[in-house]
């Protein structure tokens, strides 16, 4: 998806829409989380840091924004039915579900793949797409019962082009491009959801901090809020 750099989305945008934001606590996805809110959406924060999720649902709060709900979740222990009966207390409470904005991440290490270690691997895959990948199987009937839905994976550069050392995470971001053109393509003139990848670039966060340690942050993007473009 390409952006128009000078978008500016209307303040009520996302009014009476029901947008769920994975890894919603920290990073890119409390911006997000807290943008969407902005724009009027009822905001399902969900993620592993339970009091990382307050802090952002009491910012949400504090701002004005419509009352958000909290979900913790942690893809690494996460089964399918834990996902199965997420969404039915997701339609039990909201009936439908408009965003789905999947961002939780995990980086893993960067290391020569000889010594990559085939647990963390595992980690990586389960966080970066098999788990969100089930979640959006179960998640499907909500989003259906929306009039027009929207689901974003977020990707990366390394999810295009491969970089040495990046291992697991940049394999995982492969197969999120991947899943995204087969489900895209299926969806495609026979539902109303939209599939989209997105890669968000350079942002100053922990994983920024963590994958660059030597850079400097002020190459970086510094976002308070982010609307990451689920609908406009
Ligand atoms: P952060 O590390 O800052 O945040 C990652 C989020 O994912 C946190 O909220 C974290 O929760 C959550 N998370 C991690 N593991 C799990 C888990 N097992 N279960 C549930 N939630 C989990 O990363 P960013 O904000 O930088 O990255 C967000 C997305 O953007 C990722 O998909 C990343 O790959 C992508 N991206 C980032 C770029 C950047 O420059 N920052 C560039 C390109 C892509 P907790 O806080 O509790 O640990």
Known sequence: MSCKIDYQPAPNLLENRVV??????????????????????????????IAKLE???????????????IFPLN???????D???????????FGRLDGLLHNAGLLGRITPFEQYNPELWQQV??????????????????????????IIFTSSSVGRKGRAYWGAYSVSK??????VDVLADE?????????????????????R???????????CVHRKTLCLPIYG
Request: net charge negative; glycine share 10%.
């Open 20 to 49: 769920l934001v994975t890894g919603a606590g920290d990073g890119i996805g409390r911006a997000a989380a807290l943008s969407y809110a902005n724009h009027g959406a009822t905001v399902i924060l969900l993620g592993r840091t």
């Open 55 to 69: 802090r952002v649902y009491d910012e949400i709060e504090a701002a004005g924004g419509p009352q958000p709900a």
């Open 75 to 81: 893809f690494e222990g996460a089964t399918l039915k």
């Open 83 to 93: 996902f199965h009966d997420m969404a039915e207390t997701l339609d039990k409470e």
């Open 125 to 150: 895959m389960q966080v970066n797409i098999n788990g969100p990948i089930w979640m959006t199987q179960a998640l499907l009937p909500l989003l259906q019962a929306s009039e027009d839905a929207s």
């Open 174 to 179: 492969f197969a999120t491009e991947g899943f």
């Open 187 to 207: 969806l495609d003139n026979q539902s109303n959801i939209r599939v989209n990848s997105l890669n968000p670039g350079a942002t100053r966060t922990q994983m």
């Open 209 to 219: 901090r963590t994958a660059f340690p030597g850079k400097t942050p002020l190459r």
